[in-house]
């Protein structure tokens, strides 16, 4: 059966969704089946906005009709038949899971002590301990604590069991105070401030709620978040003073002039960047103002509604904010909120859940961005105009993953952050072109290439491409690795790597390696992205240097070194070269595991190693496996992938002095996020206090 969760609270607004995401993302990286469950949804009619978030995480992989218990209206008309369903539809639910987050009621129906009781009942019959969420917006610490302990009693009436509390939606001032009062509950407890983008509505929402339509501007901006509402009835000068980034300014649609200003001040250097504005009163701009707005040229939503300015106002200001899977900016920081804020781990003894030896996907991914995160890394992303490479910096960043630099014109570049919703503060941006690195990068490059001829004059032409400067970078240790190729080619990202960083002294070729998440494991195929036909000494390089990445991502090498044979059993010229690749690993490497030449079911299948290979320590359990050459290991990477629905993380590059890595021009924002994660993890086990020991 599977340990469940029961998160719950005593009113409306204490942001439990924010907390139930985060115990949601904490479950995923510790078993192999997360369920959500909400044993009391707002209406049958319309879908549930917190189950949608927590079904969208990628740890959870349930329709949405297995996770509702039943509605209000069924608990009106009949509580006791609506508590006995619920858990009925729970334990049904619960089956398919190692673990379930219980999200219970909103306060949007019955209020007061009455709901507060019945979700206590609710968790009791469902055997699912409680953790208690209390708002602590607008309290000070000793309300804070009344509250809770007013709850905690009402559900201990009702034979619940309380795990913990958490009070969220703190004044950021006051979180060491509140968990110092949480603390007379003697229940853990912990503190989360309050983050004003969370309680933000989108521009979609707003323009919904004043009954508007678009008129002008890019769509996919309606879900950027807005942080404020403004109304544009002053002068425009004075209007100017009081804009702020990621304001919705309400304006009169005959207010040509106040449009006019707004659009531009949105455009210049120097001035907030908007959310959108709204044009009220059924009016419209005049044509010559329409025209010169729209050969601006710029993307800022603008809204029409009939609507008069005090209704629009009104309706726009009661907008709530809510935690939504298609925003990514406010996943992020809810998730970043849990983590530093509750001690996700004691959750977890608390709750008596024990880690699985299972490793998917999901859990591999998060184990990533952990040590990534354990030692900071400071990498250098030189697509800065690549909406992928914003949104993806923006996460790292949300998430404590690294450090960046991105390259581009800074500008531009801070402004289409922004735009997009972004928070990419924390980013330095460098423009390569500029600046005295860019005259320093020259010098050295001219340097370093003076034996092929290169000059100074040359060497300004080079550098000031991206991925020349970046690997700049990373050679004059100003960043620790470079994660570069979502919009170049391989060999623009990797070229300027071989000439600059150049190889490991130990090491004759750089390679290339798939992480192969598959459902229960990560396996290692090696290589699949460079070397077309390696000879027996690269092969034997590219193993070695494989079982080195697979240990820097815990994954304990045995290396198979592939072939179409097993054994003694095979001869010709390419069986050959495996077997003395392998013979090479073995006289280099005496404390690997390796064996080969083998074949990839004598390699995986227990059962065929068993007859195969019987004393094999690597057959039948490999987790390294060496291609004979490039068409094969392309093939046969991509074939799995898409046959058995792994996840491929790569390739990561390996051999070089300093870690560089390559995207795919097809890679989403997860891929740009593990990438750097890997690069930074990379960047860890070559650093001097790693190699010193």
């Given amino acids: 059966m599977a340990r469940s969760l029961y998160i719950t609270s005593s009113e409306g607004d204490t942001g439990k969704s924010t907390i139930a995401l985060g115990m949601v993302d904490l479950l995923s990286r510790t078993v192999r089946r997360v369920g959500v469950f909400r044993p009391v949804a707002r209406s049958s009619d319309q879908r549930d906005y917190v189950l949608e978030v927590l079904l969208a995480h990628d740890g959870v992989d349930l329709t949405y009709d297995q996770c509702v218990g039943v509605t209000y209206e069924d608990v009106h008309a009949d509580p006791e038949a609506a508590l006995a369903r619920i858990v009925t539809r729970y334990h049904d639910m619960a089956r398919e899971c190692d673990a379930v987050v219980v999200v219970g ?13 019945y979700n206590a009942r609710i968790a009791a019959n469902l055997g699912a301990p409680v953790l208690l969420v209390v708002r602590g917006t607008g309290r000070r610490p000793d309300a804070i604590r009344q509250a809770a302990e007013v709850s905690l009693a009402e559900l201990r009436a009702q034979h619940a069991e309380v795990l913990a509390v958490v009070a969220n939606r703190c004044e950021p001032e006051q979180v060491t105070q509140v968990k ?14 309050e983050d004003q ?69 949105h455009a210049a250097d120097g001035f907030p960047s908007l959310a959108g504005i709204v044009l009220n009163g059924g009016f419209e701009p005049p044509e010559v103002i329409t025209r010169l707005v729209s050969g601006l040229g710029q993307r800022l939503p ?16 009661a907008v709530r904010g809510r935690l939504s899977s298609d925003s990514q900016r406010k996943v992020d920081t809810a998730l970043a909120l849990f983590e530093r804020h509750v001690d996700g781990p004691e959750v977890l003894r608390h709750l008596d859940v024990s880690r699985t030896s299972v490793v998917t996907p999901l859990m591999f991914e ?47 570049i801070r402004a289409r952050a922004t735009e997009l919703g972004l928070d990419i503060a924390a980013a330095k ?39 020349y400067f970046g690997t700049m970078m990373v050679q004059d240790g100003i960043a620790d690795g470079m994660v570069s190729g979502a919009i170049h080619t391989t060999a623009h990202t990797i070229r300027p790597a071989f000439e600059i960083i ?17 459902e229960d494991r990560v396996l290692v195929y090696g290589d699949c992205a460079v070397n077309p036909d390696p000879t027996a000494e690269q092969l034997a390089d590219i193993a070695i240097s494989s079982a080195e990445t697979a240990k820097q991502f815990g994954i304990a090498p045995r290396i198979a070194m592939l072939s179409y044979s097993t054994g003694e059993s095979g001869t010709g010229a390419d069986v050959d070269k495996v077997r003395a690749a392998t013979a090479l690993v073995r006289e280099r490497r005496p404390d690997l595991d390796v064996e080969g030449p083998i074949q990839y079911d004598a390699a995986v299948d227990a059962s065929v190693a068993k007859t195969k290979m019987p004393d094999s320590a690597v057959a039948g359990r490999a987790t390294v496996f060496v291609f004979p050459d490039l068409n094969t290991g392309n093939n046969t990477y991509k074939a799995v992938q898409r046959s058995a629905g792994a996840i491929a ?15 795919s021009r097809g890679a989403l924002v997860q891929d740009i996020v593990n990438t750097v994660a890997i690069t930074a993890i990379q960047a860890q086990a070559m650093s001097p206090s790693k190699e010193s020991k």
């Fill in 105 to 117: 009621t909103d306060y949007t129906d019955v209020a007061g002590p009455t709901e507060l009781a």
């Fill in 180 to 193: 110092d009062a949480l603390a007379a509950t003697g229940l853990p407890a912990w503190a989360v401030p």
């Fill in 197 to 265: 983008l969370l309680a933000a509505p989108t521009v979609r929402a707003v323009m919904e709620a004043v009954e508007g339509r678009l008129v002008a501007g890019d769509e996919a901006l309606l879900s950027r978040e807005a942080l404020d509402v403004l109304v544009g009835a002053m002068s425009l000068e004075h209007l100017m003073e009081r804009l702020t980034d990621g304001a919705i300014v309400i304006t009169p649609g005959d207010r040509g002039d106040i449009l006019l200003g707004l659009v531009s001040a």
């Fill in 302 to 317: 603008i809204i029409e509604t009939e609507l008069g300015t005090f209704r629009t106002t009104n309706r726009a200001a």
């Fill in 366 to 412: 998060y184990e990533l961005l952990a040590r990534a995160r354990a030692d900071r890394k400071h990498i250098v992303l030189p697509e800065g105009s690549d909406d992928r490479i914003l949104r993806a910096a923006s996460t790292l960043l949300q998430r404590d993953v690294a450090d960046l630099t991105i390259l581009g014109n800074e500008a531009g």
């Fill in 429 to 467: 941006v460098l423009d390569p072109k500029e600046g005295e690195l860019f005259e320093r990068f020259a010098h050295e490059y001219a340097e370093l290439r003076k034996h092929k001829g290169m000059t100074v004059e040359r060497a300004r032409e080079i550098v000031g491409s991206v991925s």
């Fill in 502 to 518: 150049k190889t490991t002294p130990d090491v004759s070729i750089v390679s290339s390696v798939f992480l192969m998440c598959l």
């Fill in 649 to 663: 993380i790569g390739p990561v590059l390996q051999g070089l002095r300093k870690p560089v890595n390559d995207l």
